[in-house]
């Protein structure tokens, strides 16, 4: 007879198998994998998506968020901060007078969802996903109306104040298209972030670690970016 924790356990596992995406003849579907026990805030991967992108300043396609659990009068409570999207590192915090028991940094992005509920909501049809996973956005037919902006439950889309239309993360699709990694994963150090086809070897092994989490999953968007050794408690 099966227990309360082994059942709870398995559902757990199940929601996260349910949200891999199913890869087909016609094209085989692209995830993202961050190793977050990897990642050391060093905001190269910020300044390299700014570069490779034209990101306008005070704006990002992707950005690190760095979380502080500590007890604070014996209750444990969570510090959470990106100063300029972490683009530039973090400085060292002044904890003296509390217990810190972890703290980690954790990348964000655009989750290239299965079931995106930004392209729902688009009245123009400006933003949609391709075959290969990839949620995209036609800047000639985008209206700025930000319905999306509103729709995206990970914050990842803003207005582009000079274009006049909405921009994200693209998961660098024109440097893809053309056999190469997208440019925050190239440049980053320690090798934290993972990029390639669901049907990668290195894909499958990370995707079959128990440690792996994915955002919010009680939305049911399936994002399509995987979280492996992350010790956090609170999103």
Not at 173 to 179: E, N, Q
Request: one cysteine or more; charged letters at 30%.
């Amino acid at each position: 007879m099966i227990s309360r924790r082994e059942f709870l356990k398995s559902g757990i596992k199940l929601a996260i198998i349910l949200t891999l995406p199913v890869s087909s003849a016609k094209s085989e579907k692209y995830v993202y994998v961050i190793d977050s026990s990897r990642c050391i805030g060093c905001g190269s991967c910020v300044r390299a998506c700014r570069e490779e992108n034209k990101v306008p300043e005070g704006k990002y396609r992707t950005w690190v968020e760095r979380y502080v659990v500590y007890m604070n009068e014996g209750i444990e409570e969570v510090y959470v901060e990106s100063p300029e999207g972490g683009e530039h590192g973090f400085e060292d915090l002044d904890f003296n007078d509390k217990e810190v028991l972890r703290a980690y940094f954790v990348p964000k992005l655009c989750m290239h969802c299965e079931k995106p509920p930004c392209v729902k909501v688009c009245p123009v049809n400006a933003t949609w996903l391709t075959d290969d996973g990839f949620v995209l956005i036609d800047e000639d037919h985008c209206i700025g109306c930000k319905y999306c902006i509103q729709a995206c439950p990970y914050g990842a889309r803003y207005f582009h104040e000079e274009k006049h239309v909405v921009d994200k993360c693209t998961w660098c699709y024109h440097r893809v298209k053309r056999g190469m990694k997208p440019a925050c994963v190239h440049v980053c150090p320690t090798k934290a972030r993972i990029f390639g086809k669901i049907s990668d070897k290195e894909i499958e092994e990370r995707l079959r670690d128990p440690t792996i989490k994915i955002l919010k999953p009680e939305l049911n968007t399936r994002p399509k970016v995987f979280y492996q050794k992350v010790g956090w408690e609170v999103w």
